[in-house]
Structure formats: structure tokens, C-alpha cells
T-cell receptor, first 112, second 115 residues
Framework: EDQVTQSPEALRLQEGESSSLNCSYTVSGLRGLFWYRQDPGKGPEFLFTLYSAGEEKEKERLKATLTKKESFLHITAPKPEDSATYLCAVQGLGGATNKLIFGTGTLLAVQP | SAVISQKPSRDICQRGTSLTIQCQVDSQVTMMFWYRQQPGQSLTLIATANQGSEATYESGFVIDKFPISRPNLTFSTLTVSNMSPEDSSIYLC????????????FGEGSWLTVV
């Protein structure tokens, strides 16, 4: 069964203090690994899709990387507006649909 | 990117009633999904909405409780039937573009409270 585990559950950073969020996954063939940002009371906002080990994508202060077992979301010099819950999801090759299986998320708080 | 609109955004419902949530996408998409997000939890897939045929439900979700329609490539509805307080949740519509659907967007969600 496809499974996603995110760590840590919560992370508190000072503004400018870089760090990484982890997403470990097991899937019977990976079609794609997704990262989303979710603010309270809103739907998830799409950030990245990664497809194969070694791939990296960047957007502003965020960089996502992928290995065969996990993905990291690196946050460089974060600002208070980066505070949100970051969700990781996998899309497997098996099955008739392209559904996403989500982790439980990392709640990031960046203090000024 | 696809813009996904959901209605209602929020509602308070009486126990035993049913409510239909609408999802409209601003472009044709290959896939549409319905998720549930209970307070403080992550997203759980309810079903894949199939255009012109019956939805594909995940384990633990049944058509009688969550009937879904998808009459075309841009619109879907989810009905939450015979509601109980345990159905209080955010219901999210999502849509995928491209031949493999690898850019998947979400609506803002419909926050239902059952009293």
C-alpha cells in the first residue's frame, strides 16, 4: 500500500534560519511526488511535482529534491510569510486512477 | 494553471439533511477528485469523479453516502447525504491537467458543520 510520512510534525524557525522538511514514501512505482502549501482555512496551493530521483525544482526560497525513498523541501532564509502547513503527496503508477496519497503535513512557523 | 471554484464555501447543516457541493473548473481537465479534510488532519481521498460514468470510491466511502456526478470535463458535484456531526469537515475538489494529470490543483474547500 502506498504510504507517505512527513517529519517533523511541526517546526519553528527564526526568520532567516534555513531548514529542511522531510517526506518519506513507499509506493509501487512513482508517477510523481507533489508538494503543496496550505494556509489555515484555505485549499492546498500547488508548489512542485517531482518525477524521478535526482530531480530538483526551485521556487523563490523553496527547493524540492527527490531520491528513491524520500523528498526534501529546503527553505532558505525563511520569512514570516512562509508560515503554513506543507503537504507532501505521492501518485503511484498502479491502479486505474491517478489519485494522490497525502502525508499528515509539517506545520511551519517562522518568527520575525 | 486551473482555477477551481467551489460552492458553498461554508455552511451549517442540520443533522439528517443532505447538502450538495459544486465544483467548477475554468478549463477542461482529465481528472477530478473529491477529498475530505477533518479538523487538524491531512487530506483523505473520497473518490475519483469520472466523466460520464460512476465515480470510483476509496475504501470506507460509499456511493449512498457520497453520491458524485461529473456530467462534463469542467464540473462535478459531491453530495453528503444524511449528515451527522461526524461529517463536519472541509470537502475539497481537485483537478488534474495534462495527459498524466501531473499538475493537480485544489479548490478553496467547502467547510461543513453539522449540528
Amino acid at each position: 500500500e502506498d504510504q507517505v510520512t512527513q517529519s517533523p510534525e511541526a517546526l519553528r524557525l527564526q526568520e532567516g534560519e534555513s531548514s529542511s522538511l522531510n517526506c518519506s514514501y513507499t509506493v509501487s512505482g512513482l508517477r510523481g511526488l507533489f508538494w503543496y502549501r496550505q494556509d489555515p482555512g484555505k485549499g492546498p496551493e500547488f508548489l512542485f511535482t517531482l518525477y524521478s530521483a535526482g530531480e530538483e525544482k526551485e521556487k523563490e526560497r523553496l527547493k524540492a529534491t527527490l531520491t528513491k525513498k524520500e523528498s526534501f523541501l529546503h527553505i532558505t532564509a525563511p520569512k514570516p510569510e512562509d508560515s503554513a502547513t506543507y503537504l507532501c503527496a505521492v501518485q503511484g503508477l498502479g491502479g486505474a486512477t491517478n489519485k494522490l496519497i497525502f502525508g499528515t503535513g509539517t506545520l511551519l512557523a517562522v518568527q520575525p | 494553471s486551473a482555477v477551481i471554484s467551489q460552492k458553498p464555501s461554508r455552511d451549517i447543516c442540520q443533522r439528517g439533511t443532505s447538502l450538495t457541493i459544486q465544483c467548477q473548473v475554468d478549463s477542461q481537465v482529465t481528472m477530478m477528485f473529491w477529498y475530505r479534510q477533518q479538523p487538524g488532519q491531512s487530506l483523505t481521498l473520497i473518490a475519483t469523479a469520472n466523466q460520464g460514468s460512476e465515480a470510483t470510491y476509496e475504501s470506507g466511502f460509499v456511493i449512498d453516502k457520497f453520491p458524485i456526478s461529473r456530467p462534463n470535463l469542467t464540473f462535478s458535484t459531491l453530495t453528503v447525504s444524511n449528515m451527522s456531526p461526524e461529517d463536519s469537515s472541509i470537502y475539497l475538489c481537485s483537478a488534474g491537467q495534462g495527459s498524466t494529470g501531473n499538475t493537480i490543483y485544489f479548490g478553496e474547500g467547502s467547510w461543513l458543520t453539522v449540528v
